[in-house]
């Protein structure tokens, strides 16, 4: 008779995702191994292969898991005008910096079938912010409106690289920065 999932499977299975994401992040997701990642985690490699078949899946796990809060987050916050939408972009990459880096580093690594759902999730983030900016000067369209929406982007999604939590602004001053930042280039297009 097969054994029944544990109790703990989905708590398991998301320090997994979070100690992998740390170690995958800090030494390049090309150059890391499962062993390196079930030793971040504090866990055999056999632990780690019950959870996941491959290093693929479980970038692909850590990917869609990030990408999914962000996008329930982005969707709660679609209604809130543009400065709620910034403030809830980077409310949630807070505490997932390597999952974030990962994003931007990894994601092509993955085959075409495990980046296609993941990259639905990056176009629905997308077309939430080319609304909410459509919204701030409905005269933006077609390309300026793309090159715009993926300039925002630019401007949050480096927020990690640079931000050191305790010294500068806070998240939520930075959020307002950026939306002041982007409203003001708004109004000039």
Not at 14 to 28: D, E, M
Not at 68 to 79: C, I, N
Request: net charge negative; charged share 25%; aromatic share 8%.
């Amino acid at each position: 008779m097969p054994r029944g999932v544990a109790r703990d499977h989905d708590e398991k299975r998301a320090a997994l995702r979070k100690g992998a994401a740390r170690y995958f992040a800090r030494h390049g997701y090309d150059r890391a191994s499962m062993t390196g990642a079930a030793r971040e985690c504090g866990v055999s490699k056999a632990l780690i292969y019950h959870y996941y078949d491959s290093k693929e899946d479980l970038l692909f796990d850590i990917l869609q898991s990030h990408l999914s809060e962000l996008s329930e987050s982005v969707e709660a916050a679609r209604h809130d005008a543009l400065a709620g939408l910034i403030r809830a972009i980077l409310a949630a990459y807070a505490d997932a910096d390597a999952e974030h880096k990962l994003q931007l580093d990894a994601l092509a690594t993955l085959p075409p079938d495990m980046q296609e759902p993941l990259l639905d999730l990056q176009r629905g983030l997308v077309g939430i912010m080319s609304d909410a900016l459509k919204a701030e000067n409905p005269a933006l369209a077609g390309d300026r409106l793309r090159a715009a929406t993926m300039s925002v982007f630019g401007i949050l999604n480096w927020f990690y690289m640079w931000n050191r939590p305790g010294k500068g602004l806070s998240r939520a001053e930075y959020a307002d920065l950026a939306t002041d930042f982007v409203r003001g280039g708004l109004v000039a297009l």
